[in-house]
T-cell receptor, first 112, second 114 residues
Framework: KAGVTQTPRYLIKTRGQQVTLSCSPI?????VSWYQQTPGQGLQFLFE???????NKGNFPGRFSGRQFSNSRSEMNVSTLELGDSALYLC???????????FGQGTRLTVV | GEDVEQSLFLSVREGDSSVINCTYT??????LYWYKQEPGAGLQLLTY?????DMKQDQRLTVLLNKKDKHLSLRIADTQTGDSAIYFC??????????????FGKGTKLSVKP
């Protein structure tokens, strides 16, 4: 069974631009969560989607958004990029909302 | 508030046992997890324990849970150089009966010396 796939693996963007990251969950998993990992703040929860609906949202500004498609694939978007948005963005999938989460390799975003 | 605490560093010799400790805050957490992260990689789920269990063993890994003290530990027996990584403890926040997101500790960097 293929694991969680995140694309792209690496991304360099300029301040003010926007970016879209993609996550394909493990087949059959309906829950997708996104996390931001930085050296200073550690791992912080962004949002969770289940059956195309956002179920939970972390404490991030509205520039961070996401969505989930009917095939459970998810995208997150960050608009008006800031230098502080440079981070590893990790996606996790679960069969349901309350079971173990399996993470992808992450997308390393660098904002210059 | 919600917080998961871990010591930041642990150094052991190859062949010794490693014990990584964690304290969590949400007494209603139903699952507690240990993840491993190697350099440049994502998070690998190592093991998890249900809150109604005291101990779980999985090959070289032993998880101990003390619910009264909200203390979780991960013991790695016969630690190998390949175990060098950052280990994260995580709990699931419980939002009024429905499961929420994972709250992670800052991670413990395990260094294994040959």
């Amino acid at each position: 069974k293929a694991g969680v796939t995140q694309t792209p693996r690496y991304l360099i963007k300029t301040r003010g631009q926007q970016v879209t990251l993609s996550c394909s969950p493990i087949s059959g998993h309906r829950s997708v969560s996104w996390y931001q990992q930085t050296p200073g703040q550690g791992l912080q929860f962004l949002f969770e989607y289940f059956s195309e609906t956002q179920r939970n949202k972390g404490n991030f500004p509205g520039r961070f958004s996401g969505r989930q498609f009917s095939n459970s694939r998810s995208e997150m978007n960050v608009s008006t990029l800031e230098l502080g948005d440079s981070a590893l963005y990790l996606c996790a999938s679960s069969p349901n909302m309350d079971t173990e989460a399996f993470f992808g390799q992450g997308t390393r975003l660098t904002v210059v | 508030g919600e917080d998961v605490e871990q010591s930041l560093f642990l150094s052991v010799r190859e062949g010794d046992s490693s014990v990584i400790n964690c304290t969590y805050t949400d007494s209603s957490s139903t699952y507690l997890y240990w993840y491993k992260q190697e350099p440049g990689a994502g998070l690998q789920l190592l093991t998890y324990i249900f809150s109604n269990m005291d101990m779980k063993q999985d090959q070289r890994l032993t998880v101990l849970l003390n619910k009264k003290d909200k203390h979780l530990s991960l013991r790695i027996a016969d630690t190998q150089t390949g175990d060098s990584a950052i280990y994260f403890c995580a709990e699931i926040l419980n939002y009024g009966g429905s499961q929420g997101n994972l709250i992670f500790g800052k991670g413990t960097k395990l260094s294994v010396k040959p």
